[in-house]
């Protein structure tokens, strides 16, 4: 009896803060983690340096499953498009790697914002609005054919509300406030801050000497969690605006669009903390909208995507999705 050959599928999300890979083979699956800022030079994301994380996970998990080839892999990324030169680059580092790790061998490739990995994580190719929110924040609004709605997404200097990034600034502004004995400060969030970096003076150093100063930001945001846990009022208010802006995000997102809306990425995983006020904000502004828990994450959003691109029913829809096939692998050359 002929053997019907098993769908090798991987996925990645690449986050400010690290790189996810799960890979399926079969009904099998296998995931990994890369916990390491998201590398970045002259200002942009450093695209050979992230890819050489990418496949430094990839390949034991291939290895482990004895596979050589992938039929398809996507990779869904924040800073797309504004922080990467060219999607191409990044497909061409995936397939070439480098002098310490071979390329990969996938017969298609999909670079993809982590806005639209989320969006199919969450909603499952469902059109509506999702909001991704870690380090940063993006809402996409899509039907996945002509509507495609970007929200936010600006960066930490003039947008990314609600972000990681924001809540953890807005923190160490409320404890720097109290250590200043200005008001509107937090004792609590101040010890937070004296546990977490000491000095308060070493502060200015380790936020803007920073080689990724949103990460540095939002690792301060499970202090200022804890401290709205303990029933700080300040903590408690900064994660209540948190998910107002971000429901706003999502509202924004659905216009012309079904009111179908979810959410990912892992500030959500505070729980109560930002679910709650995101999910009353949206029903006060839309009493009909259908808000719906994330059927999935964006590393499963992007192993849903690999998939289709793969059975060739991805499409580019530039600047969300790039999809190359092995064909475009002479471009290494």
């Not at 098993?6 to 986050?15: F, N």
């Not at 002259?42 to 034991?60: A, F």
């Not at 505070?270 to 839309?286: H, K, N, S, T, Y």
């Amino acid at each position: 009896m002929t053997q019907i050959p098993l769908e090798v599928l991987a996925g990645v999300d690449v986050g400010g803060s690290g790189v996810r890979v799960r890979l399926q083979v079969g009904d099998r699956f296998l995931q990994a983690r890369h916990d390491e800022a998201l590398p970045r030079a002259g200002g942009q994301i450093d695209v050979p340096r992230m890819c050489h994380n990418v496949l430094t996970e990839l390949w034991p998990l291939m290895a482990e499953f004895g596979v050589r080839r992938l039929d398809g892999l996507a990779l869904g990324m924040t800073g797309l498009p504004g922080l990467v030169p060219a999607p191409v680059e990044v497909a061409r580092g995936l397939w070439s790697g480098s002098g310490l790790i071979d390329g990969i061998d996938a017969d298609t490739v999909a670079i993809a914002s982590d806005a639209l990995t989320t969006h199919l994580g969450a909603l499952g190719g469902l059109q509506g609005g999702v909001v991704a929110a870690g380090t940063g924040v993006i809402g996409l609004g899509t039907n996945h054919q002509d509507i495609w709605q970007q929200v936010d997404g600006w960066g930490l200097f003039v947008g990314d509300e609600g972000s990681g990034a924001w809540i953890g600034r807005k923190g160490l502004q409320a404890a720097l406030r109290a250590l200043d004995g200005r008001s509107g400060g937090s004792a609590v969030l101040a010890e937070q801050l004296r546990l977490q970096y000491g000095d308060p003076l070493a502060l200015v150093t380790l936020v803007h000497g920073a080689k990724a100063p949103s990460a540095r930001l939002a690792s301060f945001a499970p202090a200022v969690a804890q401290a709205a846990r303990s029933g700080d009022p300040i903590a408690r208010s900064i994660w209540r605006q948190a998910g107002l802006r971000l429901a706003d995000t999502g509202i924004a997102a659905v216009r012309d669009l079904p009111a179908r809306i979810s959410w990912g990425g892992g500030l959500f995983d505070v729980g109560d903390l930002l679910i709650e006020p995101f999910c009353a904000r949206v029903q006060e502004v839309m009493p009909a909208a259908d808000i719906r828990e994330p059927g999935g994450t964006a590393l499963e959003g992007a192993l849903l995507l690999a998939r289709r691109a793969a059975t060739g029913k991805a499409r580019t829809r530039e600047p969300y999705v790039q999809v190359f096939t092995s064909d475009a692998a002479a471009l290494v050359n």
